[in-house]
């Protein structure tokens, strides 16, 4: 598969995820449930081999929700663990830019 292909994918994923959620939703009234097709959005990179280092926070804090809000019911005040995915890509954003571009043969000069 290029990597033009893969790209593409990823970059469609959310929305397509955000479509069969609602048409289940609306036709089937299966909401609850139906909300665990959006980890397809940090799924499919990873299968896809596309990036998948910067992918890994978001992963683990989704994956650390859900087993927090399964076992201890604290959906509540755990959503705040999604507000420091921002700041991890503020901290090492710059290193996975810089990464990229030296994978794709591209001079990187840090200013």
Not at 89 to 104: A, E, H, S, V
Request: aromatic share 14%; charged share 15%; net charge positive.
């Amino acid at each position: 598969m290029s990597r033009g292909l893969r790209a593409r994918i990823c970059a469609a994923t959310p929305i397509i995820c955000l479509i069969v959620y609602l048409a289940i939703g609306f036709t089937l009234h299966i909401w609850h449930p139906t909300w665990a097709i959006f980890f397809l959005i940090l799924i499919v990179p990873e299968i896809l081999g596309d990036n998948s280092l910067e992918l890994i926070y978001p992963l683990l804090c989704g994956i650390t929700y859900v087993i927090l809000g399964i076992t201890l019911n604290l959906w509540h005040p755990l959503w705040i663990i999604f507000l420091t995915i921002p700041v991890y890509y503020i901290i090492f954003g710059p290193m996975f830019r810089k990464r990229r571009k030296q994978k794709n043969g591209v001079e990187f000069v840090e200013k």
